[in-house]
């Protein structure tokens, strides 16, 4: 059994139960079904969060027999020390200041730069895909801007730029 797994599974378990009962909270107008109301999104993600989070409790609680043959464990990794971590750092980085650029630039000009940025930091060699990444966070800024702009027309921050 696997501490770490089944304590992260319990921690999500009950992060899934208090997103699901606050999801409840929300109201719905009058006249319109609840699974069209601005909660329903929220509750299913929740649910979704709920089933993954029992899976992950049962993988971590499933013993896994260990081969007498295997080699023993390499030496443990600081975390801290790795790409992984760096990449979680610039990506926390950029979710904090998107907002703010998002009110300066405007959505598009945010949303292209952001996904640029990010592509970039988390594809290797990604110097060599540099017209695969612009052409990449191009086209999922102008699906998203479809999508939300001039099909659903929900209103974007604009900026200086788009």
Wanted: charged share 10%.
């Amino acid at each position: 059994m696997n501490k770490k797994e089944l304590a992260a599974g319990v921690v999500f378990l009950i992060l899934a139960a208090v997103l699901f009962t606050y999801t409840t909270t929300i109201p719905v107008r009058e006249g319109q079904p609840a699974a069209l109301g601005a909660g329903f999104y929220p509750r299913l993600l929740s649910i979704i969060l709920g089933i993954l989070s029992l899976l992950q409790i049962k993988a971590a609680v499933k013993v896994t027999p260990v081969p007498e043959d295997c080699p023993p464990p390499e030496k443990k990794v600081n975390f801290f020390k790795t790409k992984g971590a760096l990449n979680l750092l610039f990506t926390l980085i950029l979710l904090i200041l998107y907002p703010f650029v998002l009110q300066f630039l405007g959505f598009a000009s945010a949303a292209f730069l952001f996904l640029v940025v990010m592509i970039f930091i988390l594809t290797a060699d990604a110097k060599k895909h540099l017209p695969m990444i612009f052409g990449l966070a191009v086209i999922l800024t102008v699906v998203m801007y479809v999508i939300f702009k001039i099909i659903l027309r929900i209103p974007f921050p604009s900026g200086i730029l788009i």
